[in-house]
């Protein structure tokens, strides 16, 4: 199963092995860690795990983090996707995104986070999905915001406590009217 979403200036697909250089070189920048939980270092070996389980995850439950290139140049800019979570509060499926640093300013992530929401909820139909955000990083929780989602109160995820809280539930998030529908095959 791949998934192929288009926006106007964005193509959000499924990851492939030819986009390893271009993740690593995507969570290596320290812009883009910064509000990232620990992990192991990056690497190709990373990356081939990474793509194995992002793999395995799309095709068990359809979705998952997804590389996300510009439709003009066809340039790798970053990743939007959505995963599960469980960490003791049940099941949840939230929204993730990291964009390299050259492409933040231009609305890439909230175009890219507008999108996979409109897939999760009406393509997926997924009844719910949250967004946590560490709250200095403010451009990060503007974007959520401008996606449509709301503010809900702070919940500890991923090892990091205190984080803004957001969601979008398919009863009354509204996307822009005329979405484009992904390829699925």
């Not at 790798?76 to 049940?90: K, Y």
Request: with cysteine; hydrophobic share 40%; glycine share 8%.
């Amino acid at each position: 199963m791949t998934t192929r979403i288009e926006t106007d200036r964005l193509v959000i697909r499924s990851f492939v092995s030819d986009d390893g250089p271009h993740w690593v070189e995507l969570v290596s920048s320290q812009e883009v860690r910064r509000f990232l939980p620990a992990s192991a270092p990056p690497s190709l070996e990373r990356f081939a795990t990474v793509l194995a389980d992002r793999t395995a995850m799309e095709a068990e439950i359809g979705y998952s983090m997804w590389a996300v290139d510009e439709r003009a140049t066809g340039a790798f800019v970053g990743q939007c996707g959505i995963r599960p979570i469980d960490e003791g509060n049940g099941p949840e499926v939230d929204l993730a995104y990291h964009f390299v640093p050259a492409a933040w300013g231009k609305g890439y992530a909230t175009e890219a986070a507008t999108a996979v929401l409109d897939h999760g909820l009406y393509v997926l139909r997924l009844e719910r999905i949250i967004a946590v955000v560490v709250p200095e990083n403010t451009g990060s929780w503007r974007v959520i915001e401008k996606a449509g989602m709301r503010y809900v109160g702070e919940v500890d995820y991923y090892g990091m406590a205190g984080l803004k809280l957001y969601e979008a539930e398919r009863s009354w998030w509204v996307t822009n009217p005329q979405p484009r529908r992904p390829f699925r095959g």
